[in-house]
C-alpha cells in the first residue's frame, strides 16, 4: 500500500497542477512545474508501496542506453528515465510536434533531461551531468519502417556490447508495433509505463499510480527462434539435430505433448 500521506501530497499536488496547466501538454513551462512540482512526489509514492513492490522495475540500465518513442505526453517519459538511471537517452521523434520541429523539440527535451534533479536520478551531479540526449526522427511512421530505422541506428550499439532498454510508451500505434517488433527481434529489454488509475474528467493518467516495467520477450517466452531452427533441420531431414534441439524446448511439457510437436514438424 502506498504511504497514505506521500499519497495526499501527490493528490493534491497534482489538483493544483492540473488546475494551473490547461491546453498545450508541451508547454515548457508546464514540463518544468511538473518536474519541480509533481514528478519527485510521484516517485516517492510508488517507492513507497510495500505491498506491491513492482511498480518500479527491478532492473537497472545504469551506464546503458534507454531509447525512448516520444509521442505528445512527456510525464511518463521523464518517469521511466528516474527509474532505469541511463547514462545515454535516444529519443525517436515523429518530424513536428505541432508548431515545433522534430530538432526544436529534441532540444528541449534534452533541457528537460538535463534539469531532473540529481535525488531523482540517485548518482552524484557529475553523473547527472553526463547524461547524453540523442534525438532519432522517423520520416515515416509505419511499423515496417520504423523496424528498420531502429535496427539501422542501434544495433551498433548492440554490437559494442552497450546495454540497451526500448522505452515503447510514448510512440503512436503503427510506431510502437514496429519499434516492439526490433526489441524482440534483438533481445533488448522492452519497457512500458503503465497506470492503476486516470483522470476521466481530463482524460490524463495519475501520475503516482504509475506502474514501470518490461514486457515479455515473445521470442524469449515461446523460443522463437529456437522453433524457427526445429523447422528447418526437419526440412532438412536432420531428425537427430532437431529432437536434440527439441528436448530443452519442451521441457516441462508432457512426452504426449512432445511426441505430437516431434510428429508436426516430420509432417
Not at 12 to 35: K, M, S, V, W
Not at 154 to 182: C, N, W
Not at 193 to 215: A, H, K, N, S
Request: aromatic residues 10%; proline residues 6%.
Amino acid at each position: 500500500m502506498i504511504n497514505r500521506q506521500l499519497l495526499q501530497q501527490a493528490e493534491r499536488a497534482t489538483q493544483r497542477f492540473q488546475e494551473l496547466f490547461r491546453g498545450d501538454p508541451l508547454n515548457p513551462r508546464r514540463i518544468e512545474a511538473y518536474i519541480r512540482d509533481v514528478l519527485p512526489l510521484e516517485l516517492q509514492c510508488v517507492a513507497s508501496d510495500d505491498e506491491e513492490p513492482r511498480r518500479l522495475p527491478d532492473t537497472s540500465i545504469q551506464g546503458g542506453i534507454l531509447v525512448q518513442l516520444v509521442g505528445f505526453s512527456l510525464e511518463p517519459l521523464l518517469q521511466s528515465i528516474c527509474a532505469y538511471k541511463p547514462a545515454e537517452v535516444v529519443l525517436i521523434l515523429n518530424q513536428d510536434y505541432g508548431d515545433r520541429s522534430w530538432e526544436t523539440f529534441g532540444r528541449e527535451i534534452e533541457r528537460y533531461v538535463s534539469s531532473l534533479p540529481s535525488d531523482l536520478l540517485h548518482c552524484s551531479v557529475q553523473q547527472h551531468q553526463d547524461i547524453v540526449v540523442t534525438s532519432v526522427p522517423l520520416d515515416k511512421d509505419y511499423p515496417e519502417y520504423v523496424f528498420q530505422r531502429l535496427r539501422q541506428e542501434l544495433m551498433p550499439r548492440l554490437r559494442d556490447g552497450k546495454r540497451l532498454g526500448l522505452d515503447i510508451t510514448g510512440g503512436k500505434k503503427s510506431m510502437v508495433s514496429g519499434a516492439f517488433f526490433f526489441g524482440a527481434f534483438a533481445g533488448v529489454d522492452i519497457s512500458y509505463v503503465d497506470f492503476d488509475e486516470y483522470d476521466p474528467e481530463r482524460r490524463m493518467p495519475l501520475g503516482y499510480t504509475c506502474r514501470i516495467g518490461l514486457l515479455a520477450n515473445p521470442y524469449q517466452t515461446f523460443r522463437l527462434r529456437d522453433w524457427e531452427r526445429v523447422r528447418e533441420l526437419y526440412q532438412r531431414y536432420a531428425f537427430r539435430s532437431a529432437s536434440a534441439l527439441l528436448g530443452p524446448i519442451c521441457d516441462g511439457q508432457t512426452a504426449t505433448e512432445g511426441e505430437g510437436i516431434i510428429r508436426h514438424y516430420r509432417e
